[in-house]
Nanobody
Framework: QVQLVESGGGLVQAGGSLRLSCAVS?????????????MGWFRQAPGAEREFVAA????????LYADFVKGRFTISRDNTEKEIYLQMNSLKPEDTAVYYC???????????????????WGQGTQVTVSS
């Protein structure tokens, strides 16, 4: 079964930066058609619903962002390494959450904001921003 593994979370002071990574688990690395699918990042803060953060289409030509991260976060992908990234700058305490990456369930030219469009999820990585 395909799995996604997030890394790069941690504790950072407000105004700082983190770079999250999401990779396909090694068990299916060679056969997983990573390059064909859009990917997304979502987050869930304590006591809150999981929400959309950013998404990127199959070749990186289309990116979507939630309004609250525009200008601060950048999503990218490396199809050779089969990884996606979320560069997070100017972090705020309200960015504290568990961050998840996910794979779009269908092949499409663009990317999606809705969680219902994603079928494979990672376990998440904790990001904590102190004030």
């Amino acid at each position: 079964q395909v799995q996604l593994v997030e890394s790069g979370g941690g504790l950072v002071q407000a105004g700082g930066s983190l770079r999250l990574s999401c990779a396909v688990s090694t068990r299916t690395f060679m056969n997983y058609p990573f390059n064909n699918y859009a990917m997304g990042w979502f987050r869930q803060a304590p006591g809150a619903e999981r929400e959309f953060v950013a998404a990127i289409n199959w070749n990186g030509g289309i990116t979507l962002y939630a309004d609250f991260v525009k200008g601060r976060f950048t999503i990218s992908r490396d199809n050779t390494e089969k990884e996606i990234y979320l560069q997070m700058n100017s972090l705020k305490p309200e960015d504290t959450a568990v961050y998840y990456c996910a794979r779009d369930r269908t092949l499409k030219p663009g990317a999606a904001r809705s969680q219902s469009e994603y079928d494979i999820w990672g376990q998440g990585t904790q990001v904590t921003v102190s004030s």
